[in-house]
């Protein structure tokens, strides 16, 4: 499935769900926050979000630091 991922083209070949692209990416899913075609989609929804073909998906990962 052809996927828009912050800003690039992604062939995402997992389950079609969140978690599953989180995995592909080598995300950490408690550091990450997610929106699908421009609305955020809290965490307790990512298993149940399926993506399609064309979606845009925004993975904005949490750093600490100082």
Not at 1 to 24: Q, S, W, Y
Not at 41 to 51: E, M, P, Q, R
């Given at each position: 499935?052809?996927?828009?991922?912050?800003?690039n083209?992604?062939?995402?070949t997992?389950?079609?769900?969140?978690?599953?692209l989180?995995?592909?990416?080598?995300?950490?899913?408690?550091?990450?926050?997610?929106?699908?075609?421009?609305?955020l989609?809290?965490?307790?929804?990512?298993?149940?979000?399926?993506?399609?073909n064309?979606?845009?998906?925004?993975?904005?990962?949490f750093?600490?630091?100082?």
């Amino acid at each position: 499935m052809n996927l828009i991922v912050n800003g690039n083209r992604h062939e995402h070949t997992g389950d079609g769900t969140l978690p599953a692209l989180l995995g592909e990416l080598g995300a950490n899913p408690e550091h990450s926050a997610l929106t699908l075609n421009g609305n955020l989609v809290i965490s307790k929804n990512w298993s149940t979000s399926s993506l399609r073909n064309g979606d845009i998906v925004e993975v904005i990962t949490f750093v600490g630091g100082g």
